[in-house]
């Protein structure tokens, strides 16, 4: 059974930073390229960063550019999302998910595999 488990969310003031990790169990880590969604309250998931399976590629959305960073260990079954400046609009619940696409994407429908989480709160 996969299994998807972020954590490192909390409260943060507004130019903090936060990193978020996702452990991944029951699946071949290295066969997926993985993303991270975020989805604040009346909003719909939107697709913040994405890596390829190797790591080699990588997308992210205009609104987290500059300032957040994806990376994953393969050996580690893990993946990562470095926050920086953050800004109260990004204030979100903030997913990491897995699909078996061979090219990295921002399409949410493309990904089987969700965790359940992790608050991200910035204050002002």
């Known amino acids: 059974q996969v299994h998807l488990l972020e954590s490192g969310g909390g409260l943060v003031q507004a130019g903090g930073s936060l990193r978020l990790s996702c452990a991944a169990s029951?699946?071949?880590?290295?066969?997926?390229?993985m993303g991270w969604f975020r989805q604040a309250p009346g909003k719909e998931h939107e697709c913040v960063a994405a890596i390829s399976r190797s790591g080699g590629g990588i997308y992210y959305a205009d609104s987290v550019k500059g300032r957040f960073i994806i990376s994953r260990d393969n050996a580690k079954n893990t993946l990562y999302v470095q926050m920086n400046s953050l800004k109260p609009e990004d204030t979100a619940v903030y997913f990491c998910?897995?699909?078996?696409?061979?090219?990295?994407?921002?399409?949410?429908?493309?990904?089987?595999?969700w965790g359940q989480g992790t608050q991200v709160t910035v204050s002002s």
């Open positions: 029951g699946l071949t880590f290295s066969s997926y390229a």
């Open positions: 998910a897995a699909t078996p696409n061979f090219q990295l994407t921002n399409n949410y429908a493309a990904y089987g595999y």
